[in-house]
């Protein structure tokens, strides 16, 4: 009998779960006392570090109501001409952090700036999602070769910070939507 019971307070023993908790700590503004109000800003302070990594990385920077930065993340460390990224590693650390808007800027190891396909459709996703979530994507800059140019979304015109309004009835629902960069496919 004792084995069994043995067996038995094993097997609850590997379906406990352990608790965990998170903690909102006020601290300081990591890289900057200063806002981060333009793409040349955002170059200069961080840009600077990606422009020096032979791969491309993706960052979020989580930003204050008065666009001072609270801290950054590496959402994606990718390969030399790629790197994948999803809404949730990037809002992750927003959520966390209490930001009230974020900047998105990564790196391009080759020196070109303009924008991929792939690049277009996060910050278009990005947008929406940010807008549903409440916390505003202020820009995606890309910086690259030696970070005396960048490229701003914010500043081509192409992040417009869409006001989403929401379906009060079921019956109004709409799965049809595509996103802008999705549009022209044959949807």
Known sequence: ????????TDADDAFKLDVVRVKLV???????????????EAA???GELLCDMDREVVCVVNLQSDLKPINVT????GSLNEALVHPREILKSSILSNAAS????????????????????????MNAVCSMVGIQLVDHVIVGGDNREFFSFKEKGLIDNPNITYSTDYKNFSF?????AERGKGR
């Open 1 to 8: 009998m004792k084995e069994e019971k043995t067996l038995v």
């Open 26 to 40: 006020k601290e300081a503004p990591l890289y900057s006392e200063l806002p981060l109000q333009n793409p040349y």
């Open 44 to 46: 200069a302070t961080i």
């Open 74 to 77: 590496f959402a994606s460390i």
């Open 102 to 125: 974020i900047m998105l800027i990564h790196s391009h190891p080759s020196g070109n700036l303009l924008p991929s396909k792939m690049d277009t459709m996060i910050t278009d996703r």
């Open 176 to 180: 049809n939507n595509s996103l802008v």
